[in-house]
């Protein structure tokens, strides 16, 4: 029984994180959006990344207006 609450808690965990805005996100167009800037809340399809530095190095470029 122990072992089956721990299984459940650990799944509502696991989700509840990944619902957690990330710290940057890659558009799907390949736009980098750091938390807090301009268009940051309206990107709804994109690629979860920790640091601005790891979204450009996986392809994605900074915003033409910051």
Do not use: W
């Amino acid at each position: 029984m122990k072992k089956l609450v721990i299984f459940f808690l650990s799944i509502i965990f696991i989700i509840s994180c990944d619902q957690l805005d990330p710290p940057v996100k890659k558009s799907k167009t390949g736009i980098c959006h750091k938390a807090g800037s301009q268009y940051y809340d309206q990107t709804k399809n994109f690629k979860k990344f920790t640091t601005i530095e790891d979204c450009i190095k996986s392809g994605g470029r900074l915003p033409k207006r910051r």
